[in-house]
């Protein structure tokens, strides 16, 4: 195998379950942060500003910012790349535009 091949058949997950985001049910896995939800669903950008309706979305991952927060099970402002995503968990984004 050279070395930039792959090895084995793809990444590792957990076991999977059911979310929703808003308001569709869709596939988590084990140790997936609401943000992997989200983006592995095509959404770049969920929720947007204030102040000139621009698109925010995952930025620092660590929860340092305030860019993707989201609405979890009722809670207004949960940071969706450190909140871990829980089974029949209602996920809502806040009005980003999405890719998928």
């Keep these: 195998m050279s070395r930039g091949e792959a090895r084995g058949a793809g990444p590792r997950r957990g ?45 620092c991952g660590i929860g340092a910012c305030q860019d993707c927060v989201v609405t979890v099970d009722g809670v207004d402002g949960v940071r969706a790349c450190v909140a871990p995503a829980t089974p029949g968990a209602e ?7 999405s890719d998928g």
């Design 15 to 59: 076991e999977s379950f059911g979310v929703s985001l808003d308001g569709a049910e869709v596939t988590a896995y084990d140790g997936d942060s609401v943000a992997a939800v989200l983006m592995r669903e095509g959404h770049v950008s969920w929720r947007l500003t204030r102040h000139g309706n621009r698109p925010r979305g995952l930025f």
């Design 91 to 97: 996920i809502r984004s806040n009005g980003g535009p």
